[in-house]
């Protein structure tokens, strides 16, 4: 089995980016996880405004989930500016609207603000109470620099701040900038890159060596591009956190490559991961995870 921790999707075709790409609709993306072989996908919002060409709210994605109940997994999402734009905003019965009525996890988060503002602070803690898992995308600026994702320094301390004040909340570390930190030698300039060459662990291994509610979301090119730009440091960092990696593609584009399937088969073919691992990091951990009893 194999399942998708990380998708994207619309009811029908959006407006596309600047560059021509866009959203998946919903059948769109039903083919491509039959043409690669995934059972199962989580479908992810889009519901804060930066960098968004279109939005993707919680009912979107519900509608879009109880039509392929069999193979979607909805998320929905809040922006920590929403309700009052408050420190006080009391988000609880918008994340238990959404809980019964059948999502699993929040995500994907990706207001432009520091990771640590108070505002998600506010919204973090109500998540953590409530009890689902959060994906979030780091970002390496803020104020209007044309990113998308929640501002952390480098070195990530607005991270483990978050890890340290909410231990029992799952976080889902998602992005270029969480995934060039698993190398030591990360710099201002390629954080928000795909760094190439040897890994010396960094602080992505330090934080989820020290936190257990960390987790991998191995989905995208700076997934992929962590666990392969030194081969033997990757095939390690799989056997050490295999407990806590997931499986994903962020398919968001049509057509889009997704090369961390070939590569997970690789190493089963080549002995490089343990069998028990492979089906861990594949579909097993999100199953725990997100509590889909399979």
């Known amino acids: 089995m194999l399942i998708d921790i990380h998708t994207h999707a619309t009811e029908c075709t959006g407006l596309t980016r600047y560059n021509g790409s866009r959203y998946p609709t919903l059948a769109e993306l039903i083919d491509m996880l039959d043409e690669r072989g995934i059972d199962k996908a989580v479908l992810l919002c889009s519901v804060s405004p930066e960098v968004r060409y279109v939005l993707v709210t919680p009912y979107e994605v519900l509608t879009m989930a109880a039509k392929h109940p069999d193979r979607i997994i909805p998320f929905c999402s809040v922006d920590p500016r929403m309700m009052t734009n408050s420190i006080k905003a009391d988000f609880r019965p918008m994340l238990r609207y959404f809980q019964d009525r059948g999502c699993k996890g929040i995500g994907e988060f990706i207001p432009n603000i520091d990771l640590d503002h108070p505002l998600n602070m506010n919204l973090f803690a109500q998540v953590e109470e409530i009890g689902l898992p ?23 301390p607005r991270l483990e701040k978050v890890l340290q004040t909410f231990p029992k909340l799952k976080l889902l570390a998602h992005s270029q900038v969480f995934w060039s930190e698993i190398s030591a030698d990360v710099t201002p300039e390629n954080r928000s890159g795909y760094p190439k060459g040897p890994v ?14 960390l987790y991998g979301d191995l989905s995208a090119g700076s997934g992929y591009n962590a666990i392969t730009r030194d081969p033997a440091f990757g095939d390690a960092f799989l056997a050490e956190f295999a407990d806590r990696l997931l499986f994903g593609t962020d398919i968001a584009n049509v057509p889009q490559e997704t090369p961390l399937i070939a590569y997970l088969q690789k190493l089963r ?21 997100l509590e889909l009893g399979l």
Request: charged share 25%; with cysteine; aromatic share 8%.
């Open 134 to 156: 959060l994906t979030f995308h780091l970002a390496s600026t803020k104020d209007n620099q044309g990113q998308y994702g929640c501002y952390d320094d480098l070195g990530l």
């Open 200 to 213: 010396r662990p960094g602080r992505a291994v330090e934080l989820l060596r020290k936190y257990p509610n």
């Open 269 to 289: 073919t080549e002995g490089r991961i343990s069998p028990e691992n492979a089906e861990k990091i594949a579909w097993q951990n999100a199953n725990s995870l």
